[in-house]
C-alpha cells in the first residue's frame, strides 16, 4: 500500500492517462479490473456521452475508476455538473487551470487530480484542494508542457505535500521505478494503453505506435503555443512546414480539427493525428491492459531488486 492505492482504493498505484477518443469505458473497465484506476476521457465529447460511457463502465466493474476533463472543452460546467451528479469517483483534468472546479467538485465526493506541467500550477491546485497531482513531462503524448519528466516530478514533488503521479515517457517496469525514485507515489500510462488489446483505436494506428522507435515522435504546434506530441507522419510534415512559413494560429489550429478522430476511428495513419508519447519506441506489442498492468509491477519490483546490492 503507498498514498495513491489507498486514497483512490486501486491495488497498484498505475493510473491510464485520459486519452481522447481512445480512453472510452471499454478500455477504463479493463483497467480498473486490472488493479489500475482506469479513466474514461471526455474530450470534446458532451455530457450525454460521457454519462452514457460512466454507466456502461459500471456495468463492467464496480472497482474505482475516473473520467478526464480536457479543460478546453467549451462544454466544461456541464461535464463538471455531471461529475457531481454522477458522483464519480475521481476525475483527472488537463488543458488548462482546474482551480475554480475543485471545490465544490470535492464538496461531492469527487477527488480531484489535475494534471500539470509545472510546479508553479501544482502548487496552486494543492491550494485550492486537490488530493494529489500527475506531474506530466513533455516525452508524453498528445499536448504537453516544456519540461521534461525526470526535472520535473522532483521539482513538483518539492513543491507540494500532497502525492505527485509521474506521467511522460513511462511504459514499462523500470520507467515506474525511475519514477518512483523521484519521488512519485504513482504514474499515469497513456501510449502503452492505447496499444491494449481492448481498445477501440484503429488496428494501423495500434500498429503505428508498436512500430515506432525513440525519435518517431515529434511536437508540432509549439510556435502556437500549443504544442502536441504525436508520431511523424505527412501530416505533421505539413504542419512543421506551415509553422516555419509563419502560419497564423487560426487557421493553424482549423488544421487540426478532427485530425485525431481521423486516427483513432477511420485509421488514417497519414493525415490523422497519432498521439503518442516518446515511449512509442518501448510499445513491442498489443496486450490485454491487466497484463501490461501486471507486466510493469513485476518489472518495477525486479529493478528495485537489482539495484538493492548496487546502492548498498
Ligand atoms: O491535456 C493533456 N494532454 C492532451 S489534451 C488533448 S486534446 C487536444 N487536442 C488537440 C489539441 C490540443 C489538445 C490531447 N492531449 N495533458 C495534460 C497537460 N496539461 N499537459 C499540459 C497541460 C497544461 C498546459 C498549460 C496545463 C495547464 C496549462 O496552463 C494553465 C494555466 O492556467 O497556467
Do not use: C
Amino acid at each position: 500500500m503507498n498514498d495513491i492505492t489507498e486514497l483512490l482504493g486501486i491495488k497498484y498505484p498505475i493510473l491510464q492517462g485520459g486519452m481522447a477518443w481512445v480512453a472510452e469505458h471499454t478500455l477504463a473497465a479493463a483497467v480498473s479490473s486490472g488493479g489500475g484506476l482506469g479513466i474514461i476521457a471526455a474530450g470534446g465529447a458532451d455530457p450525454d456521452f460521457v454519462m452514457g460511457e460512466i454507466r456502461k463502465l459500471r456495468e463492467k466493474t464496480d472497482k474505482p475508476f475516473g473520467v478526464n476533463i480536457m479543460l478546453m472543452n467549451p462544454l466544461v460546467d456541464d461535464l463538471m455538473q455531471l461529475m457531481i451528479d454522477e458522483k464519480v469517483p475521481v476525475i483527472t483534468t488537463g488543458a488548462g487551470n482546474t482551480g475554480k472546479y475543485i471545490e465544490s467538485l470535492t464538496a461531492a465526493g469527487v477527488k480531484v487530480i489535475p494534471v500539470v506541467a509545472s510546479a508553479a500550477l501544482a502548487k496552486r491546485n494543492e491550494r485550492y484542494g486537490a488530493v494529489a497531482v500527475i506531474a506530466e513531462g513533455s516525452e508524453a503524448g498528445g499536448h504537453i508542457g516544456e519540461a521534461n519528466t525526470m526535472p520535473l516530478v522532483p521539482q513538483v514533488v518539492d513543491a507540494v505535500s500532497i502525492p505527485v503521479i509521474a506521467a511522460g515517457g513511462i511504459a514499462d517496469g523500470r520507467g515506474a521505478a525511475a519514477a518512483f525514485m523521484l519521488g512519485a507515489k504513482g504514474v499515469q500510462i497513456g501510449t502503452r494503453f492505447v496499444a491494449a488489446t481492448e481498445t477501440v483505436v484503429a488496428q494501423s494506428y495500434k500498429d503505428k505506435i508498436i512500430g515506432a522507435s525513440d525519435n518517431d515522435t515529434v511536437a508540432t504546434g509549439r510556435s502556437t503555443g500549443h504544442p502536441v506530441r504525436v508520431i511523424k507522419n505527412k501530416l505533421t510534415r505539413e504542419i512543421l512546414s506551415r509553422e516555419k512559413e509563419g502560419v497564423d494560429p487560426e487557421e493553424f489550429e482549423e488544421m487540426l480539427i478532427g485530425t485525431l478522430r481521423k486516427a483513432v476511428v477511420d485509421g488514417d495513419v497519414d493525415y490523422g493525428s497519432l498521439m503518442a508519447g516518446q515511449s512509442a519506441g518501448l510499445v513491442k506489442r498489443m496486450q490485454p491492459a491487466a497484463e501490461i498492468i501486471q507486466e510493469i509491477v513485476t518489472g518495477m519490483r525486479e529493478t528495485y531488486q537489482s539495484y538493492a546490492d548496487y546502492f548498498k
